[in-house]
């Protein structure tokens, strides 16, 4: 069954802290992962995306790796400001004629000052 | 900038009644979606469609219908609004680039409450 499964399902930091979120998938065939922020009441937002090939990206303070042998991918974020509050979402394309993305249930980071 | 707007951000309906949810993005995508998000269930698909007209169902269409009569635009009706359909709504959209699939932007939501 294709599953994506994130940990940890929230997280508390001291703003300025680094953070790592996790996320496993047993998905089959493998297209792409995708990870997304979600503020609090609005649409998710992509930080990146990932094919099999590639095993790290990053964007600003938010870097993703992606080991395609063991099917985990990370999410790292670098000197936590306020604002990263919000949902993080872990996304799996699979590629099987046509295309299906398999959602994980996100993780909840609440960044204090 | 890509844009997915959704009509409503929030909605207060009745059980039985019809709902239109609508979606527009301005970007000429092919693909657009509806998913709902609640609460420790993720995004779920109801339906999407890769062209006018054309319309697959997701994961989670019983009680769902859709309709793209234009290319910008993408509607979710809710034959007769239950309970059980409270939910915050997402619309999303991307660009169909040769079979490969890229980012998909979402619209801010609507979130809707059946009383």
């Known amino acids: 069954k294709n599953q994506v499964e994130q940990s940890p399902q929230s997280l508390i930091i001291l703003e300025g802290k680094n953070c790592t979120l996790q996320?496993?998938?047993?998905?089959?065939?493998?297209?792409?992962l995708r990870w997304y922020k979600q503020d609090t009441g609005r649409g998710p937002v992509s930080l990146t995306i990932?094919?099999?090939?590639?095993n790290t990206k990053s964007n600003g303070r938010y870097t993703a790796t992606l080991d395609a042998d063991t099917k985990q991918s990370s999410l790292h974020i670098t000197a936590s400001q306020l604002s990263d509050s919000a949902s993080y979402i872990c996304?799996?394309?699979?590629?099987?004629?046509?295309?299906?993305?398999?959602f994980g249930t996100g993780t909840r980071l609440k960044v204090l000052a | 900038d890509v844009k997915v707007t959704q009509s409503s951000r929030y909605l207060v309906k009745r059980t039985g009644e019809k709902v239109f949810l609508e979606c527009v993005q301005d970007?000429?995508?092919?693909?657009m979606f509806w998913y709902r998000q609640d609460p420790g269930l993720g995004l779920r698909l109801i339906y999407f469609?890769?062209?006018?007209?054309?319309?697959e169902k997701g994961d989670i269409p019983e009680g769902y219908s859709v309709s793209r009569e234009k290319k910008e635009r993408f509607s979710l009706i809710l034959e007769s609004a239950s309970t059980n359909q409270t939910s915050m709504y997402l619309c999303?959209?991307?660009?169909?680039?040769?079979?490969?699939?890229?980012?998909?932007?979402f619209g801010p939501g609507t979130r809707l409450t059946v009383l």
């Open positions: 999303a959209s991307e660009e169909n680039k040769l079979g490969r699939t890229d980012t998909q932007y």
């Open positions: 990932m094919t099999f090939s590639e």
């Open positions: 996304v799996v394309t699979v590629l099987r004629g046509t295309y299906k993305y398999i």
């Open positions: 970007m000429d995508h092919e693909n």
């Open positions: 469609s890769y062209d006018v007209k054309m319309k």
């Open positions: 996320c496993n998938y047993t998905v089959s065939p493998f297209s792409n």
